[in-house]
């Protein structure tokens, strides 16, 4: 069972997929022959591999393992009954953030390098093929070539939003392509949201918005406009370090200041 284990946790990795070992470690009474047992959970509802013959508890367990999935973090669980104790740790092997970069300019071909070194999944895209392409971003998990919006809906699939695990990077090659994938992805729930801009610019934008859209000046406190963090960026590689960092802060709940 052990290689089976094994064989699944690897599997799953190299899917990139949400995956957890849960282990027997204290046991006492009729849980006493479960202790050094595994379990492998998934986020989905496909069935786990392993048996801890937990019994009544099995789908307890199997509910918070995938809460801590979806809180990508470990968790200890205690249960007692009348006939014994039981304890397991729950070690987490959480999803990748997806990072998407709308733009494929000089500031996402550093940025895709470095995200990818940091293991996000990445997406490249671009309306304009010679610089969406995997010459240019050979470190990318995808290079979409294609319209922004009609691509970004795309890689929605048959999901109504993108989920808590997204990272969405605005660095078009023009600020009105910016604005209408902002537009599309500012009611998402997604980790991160983040706009190229000046101070300046980015407040035109907000104002005019809110009065020939009517959006609610408060749906835009989520987005990182300016993007990135203010460390003195200049070189398109520098300000890749910038936005990567603001993105790793938010995602560790942090409050960065940002440029």
């Not at 019994?55 to 995938?66: G, I, K, S």
């Not at 989520?222 to 990567?244: C, K």
Request: hydrophobic share 45%.
């Amino acid at each position: 069972m052990m290689r089976a284990i094994a064989a699944a946790l690897a599997a799953s990795a190299e899917r990139r997929e949400a995956v957890a070992l849960v282990s027997v470690v204290q046991a006492t009474g009729e849980f006493l022959p479960a202790l050094g047992r595994h379990l492998v959970v998934w986020l989905d509802e496909r069935t786990p591999l392993g048996d801890l013959q937990l019994r009544d508890l099995q789908p307890r367990l199997l509910e918070e393992a995938r809460t801590a999935l979806r809180e990508r973090r470990h968790a200890r669980l205690d249960y007692r009954t009348e006939a014994g104790a039981i304890t397991l740790f729950v070690e987490v092997q959480p999803q990748p953030y997806h990072l998407i970069i709308a733009g494929a300019g000089h500031v996402a071909a550093p940025l895709a390098v470095m995200a990818s070194l940091c293991d996000f999944s990445v997406t490249v895209l671009d309306d304009r093929p010679q610089y969406a392409n995997r010459e240019r971003f050979p470190t990318a998990d995808r290079v979409i070539a294609g319209p922004f919006r009609e691509e970004l809906r795309k890689l929605r699939g048959d999901r109504p939003t993108f989920d808590p695990n997204t990272c969405i990077v605005l660095v078009t090659r023009g600020h009105q392509y910016d604005v209408d994938l902002l537009l599309e992805v500012l009611d998402d729930p997604v980790a991160y949201i983040g706009m190229i801009g000046s101070r300046r610019r980015v407040r035109a934008v907000y104002e005019l918005l809110e009065r020939e859209r009517g959006i609610p000046r408060h749906k835009f406190d989520r987005v990182h406009a300016p993007i990135g963090l203010d460390i003195g960026a200049q070189t398109p590689a520098e300000i890749a370090v910038a936005i990567l960092a603001e993105i790793i802060a938010v995602l560790r709940k942090q409050s960065p200041e940002r440029s």
